[in-house]
T-cell receptor, first 115, second 112 residues
Framework: GAVVSQHPSRVICKSGTSVKIECRSL??????MFWYRQFPKQSLMLMAT?????????EQGVEKDKFLINHASLTLSTLTVTSAHPEDSSFYIC???????????FGNGTRLTVT | DAKTTQPTSMDCAEGRAANLPCNHS???????VYWYRQIHSQGPQYIIH???NNETNEMASLIITEDRKSSTLILPHATLRDTAVYYC?????????????FGTGTKLQVIP
């Protein structure tokens, strides 16, 4: 079945640095990618929706200049957390979808720790 | 856009059926109801989906009301491994792209 690969699974970075998370669809064309953030014991929260070749649409309260999303191809989307701070420490997950109502496929998430 | 609401948490005895409800009263005609579950620190796992007919697969059954304003996910014989957060999601197409509405999830605790 369709697989979404998310990398890295864990990353520790120093405050002020930037971190890039990759999300790849391995055997299907992902016209839409979704990025989520999840704090401990809380639900998934949608951060942004990215359609291939277009600018991402951010949810209210999510800073687009801090969380840079690129979706330049049908198989790759990246989320860059710029100038990371300890409060950005969280579990980040991507999901990929096509142009129909077929199931979303989720990555296994990235645990970001900012020290 | 459809909005989904779910109870925050539920308990179920091992071996019994777990019935997880979801309200999506503003769902539109071309939007599907999907269910996923998330076990701690992993990506959500697909369970089942439907448009208006009831569906069954090897994992679960999905009952959608006739007016499509709510649905129920049924795990027929819950096991301890079914302890997870269950998300009801509405997926539709807007402008040629998928549009997703997430519920807040129900934390299901299966009790021995």
């Amino acid at each position: 079945g369709a697989v979404v690969s998310q990398h890295p699974s864990r990353v520790i970075c120093k405050s002020g640095t930037s971190v890039k998370i990759e999300c790849r669809s391995l055997d299907f064309q992902a016209t839409t990618m979704f990025w989520y953030r999840q704090f401990p014991k809380q639900s998934l929260m949608l951060m942004a929706t990215s359609n291939e070749g277009s600018k991402a649409t951010y949810e209210q309260g999510v800073e687009k200049d801090k969380f840079l999303i690129n979706h330049a191809s049908l198989t790759l989307s990246t989320l860059t957390v710029t100038s990371a701070h300890p409060e950005d420490s969280s579990f980040y997950i991507c999901s990929a979808g096509g142009q129909d109502n077929s199931p979303l496929h989720f990555g296994n998430g990235t645990r970001l720790t900012v020290t | 856009d459809a909005k989904t609401t779910q109870p925050t948490s539920m308990d179920c005895a091992e071996g019994r059926a777990a019935n997880l409800p979801c309200n999506h009263s503003t769902i539109s005609g071309n939007e599907y109801v999907y269910w996923y579950r998330q076990i701690h620190s992993q990506g959500p796992q697909y369970i089942i989906h439907g448009l208006k007919n009831n569906e069954t697969n090897e994992m679960a059954s999905l009952i959608i009301t006739e007016d499509r304003k709510s649905s129920t996910l049924i795990l027929p014989h819950a096991t301890l491994r079914d302890t997870a957060v269950y998300y009801c999601i509405v997926i539709g197409i807007s402008g040629g792209y998928q549009k997703v509405t997430f519920g807040t999830g129900t934390k299901l605790q299966v009790i021995p």
